[in-house]
């Protein structure tokens, strides 16, 4: 009773999932990711409908600094007027990839929520207009496979951000503080918007790479 409800939104961005009209209180986003959309600035938002709530943030703002710099808000801008082309299409990717992902025999895993088995995908297509272009996928032969695959693609860049428009993989455990319930052989990965067989090709080549030593 009481509590505010605050929601990341920086997967989905506005144009797929507005938690506000769902109920929440607070929505903030990384407009680094796919609101600015090139990797090139780092910026987040607060949005709120209650007056009160947004007066705290603003004061906080005040206070604390982070308060964003004119080039910084105009690389936003401009960003953002691609906003909706980069979401469409890196999500046609996202699930392109992740259809061939897993039919791939060095994965054994894939979590997209686009896919009809993932837990949430009744959920997510009740209150989401897309399905976003995050996704995971596991590599069989534990952290070592999956260290391999980061390190043999050509394509896409082995990099911890995400929703930008070159495709990026990572292998999250590599951080010492990452949640140790994120299973070792994990790649997080942000599908952008190349051309998806150009993205099929170098991840099936740096898959086939990864299996080197694990035992079929
Ligand atoms: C990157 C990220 C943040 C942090 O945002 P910065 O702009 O890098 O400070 C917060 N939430 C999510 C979901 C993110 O991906």
Known sequence: MGAIVVVDNTFATPLLQRPLELGADVVVHSVTKYLAGHSDVVLGAVLARDETLLARVRQRRTTAGGV??????????????????????????????????????????????????????????????????????????????????TGAVRRWLPATSLGGVESMIERRRRWPNEAPTVPEDLLRVSVGIEDVDDLWDDLAQALTASQEDVPS
């Not at 007027?81 to 025999?105: F, I, K, M, S, Y």
């Not at 959920?123 to 695959?149: C, E």
């Open 68 to 149: 964003a710099g004119p080039f910084e808000a105009w690389l936003a801008m401009r960003g953002l007027r691609t906003l909706a082309l980069r979401v469409e299409r890196a999500q046609d990717n996202a699930a392109e990839l992740a259809r061939r992902l897993r039919e791939h025999p060095a994965v054994h895993a894939v979590a997209y929520p686009g896919l009809p088995d993932h837990p949430q995908h009744e959920l997510a297509t009740r209150q989401m207009d897309g399905y976003g272009s995050i996704l995971t996928l596991r590599v069989r032969g534990g952290a070592a496979a999956a260290a391999r695959l």
